[in-house]
């Protein structure tokens, strides 16, 4: 089936150390996103991409790195640069060159500080 | 610059209809998206509107009007299991990017 896949689920980072979360889709979708969820909280953009080897920052890039190789593919690096990460990680895709398209989002990772 | 606002908490009852607002100000204001989410779990789309008017969807309808800023989300009949958060969004011409209110909490009560 076709769809979205991060891993993993849950994720612990110790003090300095970068994590890397990985976001995997088989949708042909141009484009990708990364969003952040604090609690109670809507998605915050993080970093987006609309083709392959080309993307942009967000709106709280800070302390986040990410890569576009591959078309499936859009992994998202939490380095040690980014003081408050324990959030709820979304990914997410969507055809791209039109608008109008929904975004369909992955099931997610948590992420918390050890 | 963008701002969502949606009121965060919504109670109804279970068979009725709720009505949950939207107000956006936005620079290249492209289209509203409405998404639902369970608690724990990822979004799942709802709706979009990019015209003035509504849209019609089962026992869900989204309704926009440019011209004010403002949506709303209409569900009705409810059922327990519509028990969720509510987020709108705005599709902006610019970076094709969503920017997503803060959500709306619907407790579902028998």
């Known amino acids: 089936d076709g769809g979205i896949t991060q891993s993993p689920k849950y994720l612990f980072r110790k003090e300095g150390q970068n994590v890397t979360l990985s976001c995997e889709q088989n949708l042909n979708h141009d484009a990708m996103y990364w969003y952040r969820q604090d609690p109670g909280q809507g998605l915050r953009l993080i970093y987006y991409s609309q083709i392959v080897n080309d993307f942009q920052k967000g709106d709280i890039a800070e302390g986040y790195s990410v890569s576009r190789e591959k078309k499936e593919s859009f992994p998202l690096t939490v380095t040690s640069a980014q003081k408050n990460p324990t959030a709820f990680y979304l990914c997410?895709?969507?055809?791209?060159?039109?608008?109008?398209?929904?975004?369909?989002f992955g099931d997610g990772t948590r992420l918390s500080i050890l | 610059g963008q701002n969502i606002d949606q009121p965060t908490e919504m109670t109804a009852t279970e068979g009725a209809i709720v009505q949950i607002n939207c107000t956006y100000q936005t620079s290249g204001f492209n289209g509203l998206f409405w998404y639902q989410q369970h608690a724990g779990e990822a979004p799942t789309f709802l709706s979009y509107?990019?015209?003035?008017g509504l849209e019609e969807k089962g026992r869900f309808s989204s309704f926009l009007s440019r011209s004010k800023g403002y949506s709303y989300l209409l569900l009705k009949e409810l059922q327990m299991k519509d028990s969720a958060s509510y987020l709108c969004a705005a599709e902006h011409t610019g970076r094709r990017a969503l920017t997503f209110g803060s959500g709306t909490r619907l407790q579902v009560q028998p």
């Open positions: 509107n990019v015209l003035d």
């Open positions: 997410a895709s969507s055809m791209g060159r039109q608008i109008n398209q929904p975004q369909h």
